[in-house]
């Protein structure tokens, strides 16, 4: 089933024009990474697809409905966004902010419950932030605010999971694991995935399609074996790019 | 505190009900406090039959008619403050913001001065100023693009800018009004309560901004994380932040109508009562209400008892107790919170 979908999509920032005319189609059980330069504007397309941002013109659909047409709560049980930076104005606990996950699905002026705390218990043991759930957030590492972040999208369970440098901060084991985490759970959930990465290795362990943002006309979509080549790496990032084999798989790696 | 506890069950009922009992006692504390002091010597068991109607004559109409509208007054304004605070510093996400920065107490002032100027006095004083306030609040939202992209930092230094601007006019008035006048607005500027007129209109204004402030109390706590993740789990970011600048501003419009510019509440009860209790929108709001008031309450009481009979600017005193209950505060959880 196709769970987002975008015709003829046109948007630009600051006069800067990020995709022009862009079809895309993600369908259930696709996990896709997105790669691109610095500024080539991975994080507004990834926000536009949310709806965080008006595209320019052309449509975006969810679940084969007009993005617009979708109430914000509703939308917000199917699409989740973990944003590259989380904004900690006011002191707040872990658990106060994994709560805010549980939004999209508490009526109207109802509190949480015993199964709204479950659940994030549930989520935070799933991050290993258990034992932190009463922390301040803003005495927490990069790392583990990370997990925090995870942890919120994890409670909001959506379907379509879009996830900005998901492996900021973290180290190399939580890498692993958290993806793998997430990966289980889109599966548990029949959706969808599309990652930003910047590990062009961490991609290709994890995702069936690539998204590669070469400019904003060349937008190269398809399966990792076929769009991801070390030719059309070097035209993205304009950087010698070598492919290595090694124990029976094959690994990129800049010269 | 928080509203869940360890095991992750909400609401603790017993702390709850505990801080209810808390705010309840503080608020008749503080208004006891307040009617008790004053020239004219009344004592506790007196004011207690006074208010129940079992007594008339002098004392009674010192009570109600010169003290019980004043702590009224100062209990209405400081809960107003407080909350409007609250709402700014989570629209702008800024610690620093506060009721008066985007200008609604500058168009207020200069609205209620050029009405002195003219010798207008009693309740069309008050309405003058309500009309400058809400012509800020629109010069303001109209002037920063609210309707259109949203951007804090564009929206407060708009605010800055245009209460600034107010602020110059003000100086403007006072520059060239007669010497018999200067100090009646002087003491306007500072903020007094003596002025207190539409007890009733203000106390609707902040029932209804309470009630109201009370349904988006959940979606405030997104709000806090960023609009945009705020946006991504379902608030309707847009209607919310209209909803949060006219409520903010109408209960600041309000606040400055009734006693002028009275600094530190909006910006220091909000901050102490995070510190305390952290930024849970359904505990922060009913305590900034109560504590502001109490505190305003008691700060106006000493204002004009101190050196009576002479009265200080109320603002002094908020400041005299605000500040260093804030930084002993603010020390106490830094140590707390960084072993």
């Known amino acids: 089933m196709s769970l987002l979908a975008t015709r003829g999509l046109s948007t630009s920032i600051g ?3 990020i995709c022009t005319n862009f079809d895309f189609e993600l369908m259930e059980g696709e996990f896709w990474g997105v790669l691109g330069g610095n500024g080539i504007g991975k994080t507004t ?3 536009t697809l949310a709806g965080l941002r008006l595209a320019g013109s052309g449509e975006i659909f969810v679940e084969g409905k007009a993005l617009l047409h979708w109430k914000r709560k509703h939308l917000a049980q199917k699409v989740g966004m973990l944003f590259q930076d989380s904004v900690d104005t006011y002191p707040t606990t872990v658990m106060e902010t994994a709560m805010i996950g549980r939004y999209p699905y508490l009526p109207f002026l109802k509190g949480e419950g015993k199964q709204d705390t479950d659940i994030v218990m549930q989520a935070l043991n799933d991050v290993t932030m258990t034992e932190m759930a009463h922390r301040q957030v803003d005495t927490l590492s990069g790392g583990e605010r990370r997990r925090v972040a995870l942890a919120t999208l994890l409670v909001q369970n959506p379907i379509v999971w879009l996830l900005d440098e998901p492996t900021n901060h973290l180290d ?18 029949h959706g969808a995935l599309i990652m930003v990465l910047h590990d062009v290795n961490l991609l290709m362990r994890f995702c069936t399609h690539a998204m590669l943002m070469i400019d904003h006309d060349n937008i190269l979509c398809g399966p990792v074996e076929e769009v991801l080549s070390d030719e059309n790496l070097v035209r993205l990032y304009k950087h010698p790019v070598k492919k290595i084999q090694f124990d029976g798989g094959s690994f990129f790696f800049p010269e | 505190m928080s509203l869940l506890n360890r095991e992750g069950v909400k609401f603790i009922p017993c702390r709850m009900f505990l801080l209810s009992i808390l705010l309840i006692l503080l608020s008749v504390l503080s208004i006891m406090f307040s009617l008790t002091s004053g020239s004219v010597d009344i004592g506790l068991a007196q004011i207690v039959e006074i208010l129940l ?9 010192v009570i109600l008619e010169l003290r019980l509208p004043r702590v009224m007054s100062g209990f209405l304004v400081g809960g107003m403050l407080a909350i409007a605070g609250a709402l700014m510093q989570v629209l702008l996400k800024n610690p620093l913001a506060e009721p008066y920065v985007l200008g609604v107490s500058g168009g207020a002032s200069v609205c209620a001065l050029l009405a002195m100027m003219a010798g207008i006095a009693g309740a069309w004083l008050n309405i003058a100023a ?33 209460a600034s601007g ?26 007094d309560l003596e002025y207190a007129h539409n007890l009733k209109f203000g106390l609707a204004v902040l029932v209804t901004g309470f009630i109201i402030a009370m349904i988006i109390a959940r979606a405030l706590n997104l709000m806090a994380r960023g609009d945009m993740q705020a946006a991504a789990l379902g608030v309707s970011v847009h209607h919310l932040r209209y909803l949060v600048y ?20 909006g910006l220091i009860v909000p901050h102490l009562v995070r510190l305390l209790l952290g930024s849970d929108h359904r505990i922060l709001l009913p305590v900034c209400l109560f504590l502001g008031g109490s505190l305003l309450v008691i700060a106006d009481t000493l204002a004009r008892s101190i050196v009576a009979p002479q009265q200080l600017p109320v603002g002094v005193l908020t400041a005299m107790i605000g500040v260093p209950l804030f930084l002993f505060l603010l020390q106490s959880t830094m140590v707390k919170n960084r072993p």
Do not use: C, D, Y
Request: zero cysteines; glycine letters at 12%.
């Open chain 2, 246 to 265: 006219f409520l903010a501003s109408i209960l600041t419009a309000t606040a400055v109508m009734q006693a002028g510019n009275i600094g530190f509440i």
């Open chain 1, 172 to 189: 190399l084991h939580h890498q692993i694991t958290l993806v793998n985490l997430i990966i289980e759970k889109v599966k548990l959930n």
């Open chain 2, 53 to 61: 109607g079992e007594e008339k004559g002098m004392q009674a109409r």
């Open chain 1, 15 to 17: 006069g800067k024009s």
């Open chain 1, 45 to 47: 397309l990834l926000n």
């Open chain 2, 166 to 191: 107010w602020g110059a006019m003000v100086s403007f008035i006072l520059a060239i009004s007669p010497v018999t006048q200067v100090h009646g607005m002087l003491f306007w500027l500072m903020g």
């Open chain 2, 130 to 162: 309500f009309a400058g306030a809400f012509l800020s609040i629109l010069l303001v939202f109209g002037l920063a693009g609210l309707g259109g992209t949203w951007n804090p930092l564009r929206v407060l230094l708009t605010g800055i800018v245009v």
